[in-house]
């Protein structure tokens, strides 16, 4: 036996936001929202489907420290530069961690500053063959 994530959790001071921007860039939906503002979303066949979901937990004040832990996305249906300027289009951000500027990804940030990279291979969508 094995397990397998069935959530994501962002800790984050405005779930709705954070829950509207991360349905436009991964194409999900909203699959419930808690009555302390926290919100869930994940693919239309929601929680224990096909992909995990994320779950945007209310928070006053961010954790301490960096967060150890980022997403990496692969665009599916376009190249890297046409998903990097949609991207940015809906509120991503570029963030600054050091790059030479040679790398094959972009690192950003979502608008509560949740780093993530925009990787330049491309993959099926969930359930293409």
Do not use: Y
Not at 104 to 110: A, G, N, P, Q
Not at 112 to 123: M, Q, S
């Amino acid at each position: 036996m094995a397990s397998r994530i069935g959530e994501l959790v962002f800790g984050c001071r405005e779930p709705e936001v954070l829950a509207r921007f991360w349905c436009e860039v991964l194409d999900f939906v909203v699959l419930g929202r808690e009555s302390d503002g926290s919100v869930e979303i994940g693919a239309r066949d929601g929680f224990g489907g096909s992909q995990p979901t994320i779950f945007f937990s209310i928070r006053d004040e961010p954790e301490p420290g960096k967060s150890r832990l980022h997403l990496d996305l692969n665009a599916t249906d376009r190249d890297q530069d046409a998903e990097l300027e949609r991207l940015l289009a809906i509120g991503a951000r570029f963030a600054d961690i050091g790059q030479t500027g040679e790398e094959s990804w972009h690192v950003l940030t979502d608008p509560e500053g949740n780093e993530f990279c925009l990787l330049k291979a491309r993959i099926n969508p969930v359930g293409a063959g």
